[in-house]
């Protein structure tokens, strides 16, 4: 029996696994090929097919990111009720709180906004340019403005977003420009409308004090007849007293021309004194012509002191009632002095009022509100 190989066993194909020299480079060659990615990314090396996809990207239209600006403004006063007092008092916390939310309301109030819209630098902005439309302008600066406040501390921060930096820090400023504008119109109008009404009341007072000073130096002198009120008041009294002294001075002299009268006529009791230069019926012997002329005589003197008395006692009357009349109206002399002096006290405090609103109209334009972080 031969010992040579069969013919078939030589000529079948072999079909022997691969060796394990041969696996360890089939992985070592796939450990390369990923080292060589990841060091490709790193570097910012890409293949063509990537380059391509890349560059397809860039030559497409893109918005850019947003840039969001913001400014601070501070409120220092009410601007609800501005203080027409300077410097105005200081606000508490729950004021400040108040004042926030008054002031948040304004920035996004529509009439503020439409303001802002006509500002000569906000439609000289891409962003203006870029809203033709303006509802859609309205909109868009609606949705990206944002308004923010630290409560109690008067801070109120304004940001706006838009997709060119500049653009976001012109809008924005003009937002925050745009409101103080406001506030300060309105505080100029109460100022205005308060500056009104202090200037009619001193008009009103001028007036007044002027019709007052007038009494007093016309109506009641012209009533006592002299150039000076108080004169004609003393002398209206000093004429009582000469009157009342004339008037004693005649009743002492009456009352002896009295006494001298009776006197006489006691002397002859046969006959009046009134009695006729005829011999009366009973008579018996005619009376002394010498007497009778001296007891006519006397009685004539008496007649006129008692004239002279009643005359003086008239005047004196007539005295009586000037004086009370001279106090009366000094009574009311010292009433218009009270008022004048009142209404001129007035006076006083409006030219001070009047004053102290002047000065805050001219510092009106940086009182309330102001930036302290434009962006």
Not at 92 to 97: A, G, H, I, V, W
Not at 161 to 178: E, F, H, K, P, W
Not at 227 to 232: L, M, N, Q, R, T
Request: aromatic share 6%; glycine share 4%.
């Amino acid at each position: 029996m031969s010992s040579e190989p069969s013919t078939s066993s030589i000529s079948s194909p072999s079909r022997s696994r691969p060796s394990r020299k041969t696996a360890g480079i089939i992985v070592l060659v796939i450990a390369l090929a990923g080292m060589a990615a990841y060091w490709t990314a790193g570097t910012g090396l890409q293949t063509p097919a990537f380059a391509e996809t890349t560059a397809d990207a860039a030559a497409a239209p893109a918005a850019g990111p947003p840039y969001e600006a913001s400014t601070v403004v501070v409120i220092s006063s009410s601007i609800t009720s501005p203080s027409l007092q300077y410097p105005p008092p200081p606000l508490t916390r729950d004021m400040l709180d108040q004042q926030e939310a008054v002031a948040s309301l304004m920035i996004t109030d529509r009439a503020h906004l439409a303001s802002v819209l006509q500002d000569k630098q906000v439609q000289a902005t891409s962003w203006y340019q870029q809203n033709p439309d303006p509802g859609q302008r309205f909109e868009n600066l609606q949705k990206s403005l944002r308004v923010e406040s630290a409560p109690g501390t008067g801070l109120v921060t304004i940001s706006f977003r838009a997709t060119n930096a500049g653009d976001s820090a012109t809008i924005v400023n003009a937002v925050a420009r745009c409101f103080i504008e406001a506030v300060e119109h309105q505080y100029r109008g109460v100022l205005s409308s308060r500056l009104d009404v202090l200037m009619k009341q001193e008009t009103d007072l001028k007036r007044m004090i002027k019709q007052i000073r007038d009494q007093k130096d016309t109506s009641i002198t012209a009533a006592l007849g002299l150039p000076g009120a108080f004169s004609g008041l003393n002398l209206a009294a000093e004429m009582w007293r000469l009157l009342a002294a004339e008037l004693a001075r005649s009743n002492i002299e009456e009352i002896h021309l009295k006494i001298a009268f009776d006197e006489l006529k006691n002397k002859e009791p046969a006959r009046d004194a009134r009695a006729t230069s005829e011999p009366a019926p009973t008579a018996t012997a005619p009376a002394d012509a010498n007497s009778l002329e001296r007891i006519m005589a006397a009685e004539t003197e008496w007649l006129k002191a008692v004239w002279v008395q009643t005359a003086l006692q008239e005047r004196l009357d007539q005295a009586k009632a000037e004086i009370r009349d001279a106090d009366r109206r000094l009574a009311q002399y010292q009433t218009l002095t009270d008022e004048e002096a009142i209404l001129f006290k007035q006076y006083e405090q409006i030219q001070g009022d009047i004053g102290e609103v002047q000065v805050l109209m001219r510092l009106s334009d940086h009182g309330l509100v102001r930036i302290i972080n434009p962006a």
